[in-house]
């Protein structure tokens, strides 16, 4: 009988949020696959907990290589438990390819949810929570970067991203040149720690900031794009423009209209006095 992979979350950063489920997979698992095994048998001794199945390696580097023997014990009936360092794997962690081969092979895969720096830190931004993207680490380099960001300058969405501390400076000013300076945003800094810290402000104060020294994991969240007003004169021209290349009026108000955001009957009403 098969066996099963299972996701376990960990916590970000106060071991009080290890879920009683996570405590029981680690002591019964038969495989523990975890992105840095130092780090988790330092945790499981501060939970006060035994690791009894095997314990190895699985990040970045060498996941590819590790699938073929992951495969092989879960379809032997094994239980293997994916951990990364802190929060749920696959997200900028480990674990995506296991998941991809399980699905491939029919195997079952489930998750044992948790702490997650993302969620926590769009709680806690003070910004809209009911749609939002997460885009991992924005590029290094500052020409990807700024290509990147740029792409994202009309997202509606709220945007959430990780950032490394000794980076935070030059990335909040590269989104304060593609976003606008007073777009809204939030820095939150060493969630569930001691030293937690939020620091909510617009993009240009963010980057005065943030040229002190800056320590700890570090998520950025940005209020998404506001929606922009539409050039009714421009938007009339294009419904016209359609017009005398042989287009009903009324389809083209309505195309128009549709990927403007506009009002149909506003559009309409300005085309005819156009017209006339």
């Keep these: 009988m098969a066996g099963r992979f299972v996701l376990a979350a960990t916590p970000i950063g106060n ?31 501060r ?18 290589g590790r699938l073929e023997d992951l495969v092989e014990q879960v379809r032997g009936g094994a239980t293997v438990v994916v951990v990364s360092d802190a929060g749920m794997p696959t997200v900028s962690d480990p674990g995506f390819r296991v998941v991809a081969r399980a699905v491939e092979e029919g195997l079952d895969v489930t998750c044992a949810p948790g702490p997650s720096a993302v969620l926590a830190a769009l709680a806690l931004s003070g910004l809209a929570t009911d749609r939002f993207c997460f885009e991992g680490f924005v590029p290094r380099r500052a020409g990807e970067r700024s290509r990147t960001l740029g792409a994202l300058a009309d997202e509606p969405r709220t945007l959430v991203f990780f950032e490394a501390p000794h980076r935070l400076a030059e990335t909040l000013a590269a989104m304060a040149e593609a976003f606008g300076g007073d777009r809204r945003a939030a820095v939150c800094r060493e969630l569930t720690k001691t030293y937690e810290e939020v ?19 570090i998520v950025v969240v940005v209020a998404g794009a506001p929606p922009r007003e ?14 005398a290349t042989g287009e009903r009026l ?27």
């Design 15 to 45: 071991d009080a949020d290890a879920s009683p489920r996570l405590r029981v997979l680690l002591e019964q698992a038969d495989v523990v696959a975890a992105e840095d095994t130092r780090r988790t048998r330092a945790l499981a001794a």
């Design 47 to 64: 939970l006060g907990l035994q690791i009894s199945g095997r314990l190895l390696s699985l990040h970045e580097h060498n996941e590819a």
């Design 199 to 217: 620091v909510r402000a617009p993009l240009d104060e963010l980057v005065e900031w943030a040229q002190g020294e800056v320590r700890g994991e």
């Design 230 to 243: 539409a050039d009714l004169d421009a938007l009339t021209a294009q419904v016209l423009a359609r017009v």
């Design 250 to 276: 009324k389809d083209a108000v309505r195309d128009v209209a549709g990927s403007s955001g506009v009002g149909q009957r506003e559009l309409y009403a300005a085309a005819l006095a156009a017209r006339g």
